[in-house]
């Protein structure tokens, strides 16, 4: 019997008809997860299939003209193009795992087979590309592509079929690229000629690269060394890995982008996102999978100084590196991994909060503006400066990913309807004729005619292990961590001893390279030691506003399903649906659910395509089945009327910075600290009838009879103090401290200082100790900070 295609999908439909009616929606049991996670493969195979038969061997797919994509043969300088296309077949080797991570042995063995019979063995191929984008996408394609092959455990094991030749290919294509290192500083060039190094290549596109893209290949070249026991992957990588950290500033925050030349900055700010994002990212898989203490050490430190100097309650924002102040009113899509990377890190609690963020901007444009502005802008800053400056979205995998580490950290089935949200809408919004399509610009719904191959490698990749619960790489013990890429890496034990007994480093070129490079920094450091200044001690106020609330904000939802305004939002749902597992912490516990809309209302704004649009969290059969709590139904927290601003105590920079980070991630009940040295500090300004950060009311009796009086200052500096000491009075308002070194304390904790600080003449009247021994700023006692002396 002869099918058509139009006989084909009438028959895939009942199929979906007939599986669906075997589960209750979102009951997220077996069979509809099941559903999804066939869906999700289904939509894969349409973008791959559509590839191969259309613009393969090239390296894209144009989703709409149905032709392939190739990068500008005209235009070498044209980077935005060529950077990630080098003429090498990238979409089907950077969609290599996850075929194997669908099961997919034959067309996984086929697509090996292309790599070996297609693609030019010695990477000779006359294009320029971007060393960080060839590295993740195509390197790492082919390392964890050998890694699956060669890995009896893994569904597409090929055994004796398969020679170990990807091995081999991605060591000819490391030799390529490698002379991107060959430098005065050591750091890496951002661009290579994949046969003749730099022969023609335009100085100008050499100038500048970005800490990500000179730290961040150090991963899947120590891997290469790893499996090929040629240490020069390893130790030149490295090298430039420690280069970039070594570029930090005072506060452990380190530059976007610098010179590869001169190692000079071409900014003076940091953030998560865009260029220093795989940064962060790579020093903690890098210390997982190596199992390398030094990497640890600087995941510790660098994720300390980001929580202390970046951290809102909502994101990380972009900072000065020396101050550590908010610079740009602005955050950018590919930030939105970096709670996933906090799941790996064990800070789940602060990952859920700053994941809210981007699920609101899902909800309001059905993907993640490239850039997205948090802060209204006023006439005196930058007016009319749209609150998506940035409009596009390219299908990028951050979200996803961030909710895949969520859920398996989690398990709970928030984020399985999350994932079925950006189901349906790659579905409604993305799907093209023969492939996906990104969005030009959120607000309209353009489509951009490019689909890159990070969305088949992986988006469709972190979605399908959503819904797969029984992957194979769930069970799996080992040291298994995705690549910045989304391609699985890992090691055996024996990886581990061969290397160490087998490692070399024999290519002199490099080695003496390293060398000249070592001694160069010998020398700066000698040098660097006549420029020493001493630092002086400031106290520094950050006051910064609560941002404006939108008393009128209403969720354009079912009126009789959400009932939303500043202080609740209580949503009535009947109890008769619900069993007794059904239960979602983040929809019934989870008390400040709706903040993000309120706080940012003035620049989180629906497009006018999606004013019927409801909120992914609030759809009503999901919220009837999991919105469970025996007692009440869940409210939001009641938003604070108090002020906040910052203390920065740097009353002794040098042992500010040998202090040991607080590296705790959960609230802190009480904490018991040193001295003040280089804490950063967040304080809350109470009066009666406010509502503080935690939703409860100041009430009088809690603030009144504070003595002010500053015994300590007195005593310490008796010629800066005029008269008697001071008398107790009665406080109008007094200070409490909710952070300390962007950890949170919970309601109520108590922070000890060990020793009493030294003050020093300049802020006798503005640091202080009153006779409980409460801390005074302004004469004003910070009611939980306590001198235990």
Not at 527 to 542: A, C, N, P
Request: charged share 20%.
């Amino acid at each position: 019997m002869q099918i058509t295609r139009a006989g084909t999908l009438f028959l895939l439909c009942c199929f979906d008809l007939c599986f669906a009616s075997s589960f209750q929606r979102f009951s997220f049991n077996k069979q509809e997860l099941e559903h999804y996670r066939l869906e999700t493969r289904n939509l894969f195979y349409h973008g791959y299939d559509n590839y191969m038969q259309l613009a393969y061997p090239h390296d894209e797919l144009y989703p709409i003209k149905c032709c392939e994509r190739t990068r500008n043969f005209q235009d070498e300088a044209d980077v935005v193009r060529n950077d990630a296309m080098g003429n090498y077949s990238s979409t089907m080797v950077d969609s290599l795992t996850t075929l194997a991570i669908l099961g997919d042995k034959a067309r996984f063995r086929e697509a090996i087979n292309l790599i070996r019979t297609d693609l030019d063995p010695d990477f000779k191929i006359n294009t320029t590309v971007q060393v960080f984008e060839t590295t993740i996408r195509i390197l790492g394609g082919l390392l964890s592509a050998h890694l699956y092959a060669t890995d009896p455990s893994k569904k597409v094991y090929l055994g004796s079929e398969y020679d170990g030749f990807l091995l081999q290919r991605a060591r000819n294509l490391a030799d390529r690229l490698l002379p991107a290192y060959l430098t005065k500083t050591g750091l890496p060039l951002p661009r290579i000629n994949l046969a003749n190094a730099y022969h023609n290549v335009t100085p100008k596109i050499l100038e500048e690269n970005n800490a990500a893209a000179m730290a961040c290949p150090m991963f899947e070249f120590t891997l290469l060394s790893y499996l090929t026991h040629d240490d020069k992957y390893q130790q030149v990588t490295r090298y430039a890995f420690d280069k970039v950290w070594a570029q930090r500033s005072e506060l452990d925050l380190i530059p976007m982008s610098f010179s590869p030349h001169n190692q000079m900055a071409f900014n003076h700010y940091t953030g998560t996102g865009a260029s220093i994002d795989s940064f962060y990212e790579y020093a903690l898989k890098g210390a997982i999978l190596f199992q390398d203490d030094q990497l640890w050490e600087v995941w510790q430190s660098s994720y300390y100084a980001l929580r202390k100097h970046s951290k809102d309650d909502w994101f990380f924002a972009n900072v000065d590196l020396s101050r550590g102040q908010v610079v740009y009113p602005w955050i950018d899509s590919l930030s939105a991994f970096f709670p996933g990377l906090q799941v790996l890190a064990g800070d789940v609690q602060d990952a859920q909060q700053k994941h809210l963020l981007f699920l609101k901007l899902w909800n309001n444009y059905a993907g993640i503006p490239e850039r997205w502005v948090f802060q209204p802008q006023t006439a005196d800053t930058l007016a009319n400066i749209s609150e998506v400056p940035l409009p596009w979205y390219p299908l990028r995998p951050e979200f996803v990913e961030t909710t895949y580490f969520l859920y398996r950290a989690t398990k709970d089935v928030f984020y399985l309807k999350v994932a079925w949200t950006i189901l349906q809408d790659i579905k409604t919004f993305y799907r093209t004729k023969c492939g996906f399509a990104g969005l030009q610009d959120v607000t309209t719904g353009q489509l951009q005619d490019r689909m890159e191959t990070f969305v088949l490698s992986e988006t469709f990749k972190y979605l399908y292990l959503i819904f797969d619960v029984d992957n194979e790489l769930h069970t799996d013990s080992s040291n298994v961590v995705f690549s910045t890429e989304a391609h699985p890496m890992w090691l055996r034990s024996s990886d581990f001893e061969s290397y160490r007994s087998q490692k070399q480093f024999n290519d002199t070129l490099y080695r003496d390279h390293l060398t000249h490079c070592r001694h160069r920094d010998v020398a700066a450091r000698k040098s660097s030691l006549d420029q020493f200044f001493e630092g002086i001690s400031r106290y520094v106020f950050h006051r910064s506003e609560q941002p404006r609330i939108n008393s009128s904000l209403e969720f354009e939802t079912d009126a009789d399903l959400v009932s939303m305004d500043q202080a609740s939002c209580t949503i009535s749902a009947s109890n008769d649906i619900r069993s007794e597992f059904s239960y979602s912490h983040m929809l019934s516990e989870f008390d400040r659910l709706f903040e993000v809309d309120h706080l940012f209302a003035e620049t989180l704004r629906k497009p006018t395509r999606f004013l019927d649009r409801g909120p992914m969290e609030l759809e009503p059969d999901f919220y009837r089945l999991w919105c469970r709590n025996s007692k009440r139904n869940p409210k939001c927290r009641v938003l604070p009327t108090t002020e906040s601003f910052e203390v920065i105590f740097e009353l002794d920079s040098s042992f500010a910075k040998r202090r040991v980070p607080l590296n705790r991630y959960s609230s802190l009940a009480n904490l018991t600290i040193a001295n003040l040295a280089g804490i950063r500090m967040q304080i809350e300004t109470l009066y009666d009838g406010a509502i503080d950060i935690y939703g409860e009311l100041v009430e009088a009796q809690n603030i009144a009879h504070v003595p002010r009086e500053n015994v300590y200052g007195a005593m310490t500096c008796p010629a800066t103090v005029t008269g008697a000491v001071r008398s107790s009075v009665m406080v109008p308002t007094i200070y409490r401290a909710t952070a300390v070194d962007g950890v949170p304390l919970a309601l109520n904790a108590t922070v000890r200082i060990s020793s009493l600080p030294s003050f020093g003449k300049a802020l006798t009247g503005i640091l202080g100790v009153n006779s409980d021994n409460m801390l005074l700023l302004d004469d004003v006692p910070v009611m939980n900070v306590i001198f235990a002396v």
